[in-house]
């Protein structure tokens, strides 16, 4: 089991930039492919991104591609997520987990905390 610790959000304006991070331990966790995920008040959670274990693919919803980036140190056991040009649409609560495949998206681990996102207009 690998147990995930989401940190870095907080309160932007719009158009503003932010990184999260994961912390991992417990299982190897360069084994698996990983992914965020968010989800907004009253609204189910949501793919966002998600990378390979390797980190060579990387896979992104629509909605945040070419603002945000997803990114990974094994040597660190920690997975991000640069967001730029942030909307108050992605204000949400963030997720990391593991998933099938950076194509399949599926989340397969625990669900952490998460980290509140915040964007004001």
């Known amino acids: 089991q690998v147990q995930l610790v989401e940190s870095g959000g907080g309160l932007v304006q719009s158009g503003g930039s932010l990184t999260l991070s994961c912390a991992a331990s417990g299982r190897t966790f360069s084994d698996y492919a990983m992914g965020w995920f968010r989800q907004a008040p009253g609204k189910e959670r949501e793919f966002v991104a998600a990378i390979s274990w390797t980190g060579i693919l990387m896979t992104y919803a629509d909605s945040v591609k070419g603002r945000f980036t997803i990114a990974r140190d094994n040597a660190k056991n920690t997975l991000y997520l640069q967001m730029n040009s942030l909307k108050p649409d992605d204000t949400a609560v963030y997720y990391c987990?593991?998933?099938?495949?950076?194509?399949?998206?599926?989340?397969?681990?625990?669900w952490g905390q998460g980290t509140q996102v915040t964007v004001s207009s």
């Open positions: 987990n593991i998933v099938t495949s950076a194509t399949s998206r599926q989340p397969r681990g625990n």
